[in-house]
């Protein structure tokens, strides 16, 4: 499940998902280096 939350989380639409694209493009360089546990 992290995985899937950083993913999420450093997309291009993270902040506003809708309909069409979801969350966007997943920024994979940005999800390598992403901490969940700052979101807690």
Known sequence: MEIREA???TASQA???NND????PG???SALFYD?????
């Open 7 to 9: 993913l999420m989380m």
């Open 15 to 17: 902040d506003i998902p």
């Open 21 to 24: 694209y979801g969350y966007g």
């Open 27 to 29: 920024n994979i360089w």
């Open 36 to 40: 969940y546990r700052d979101q807690i």
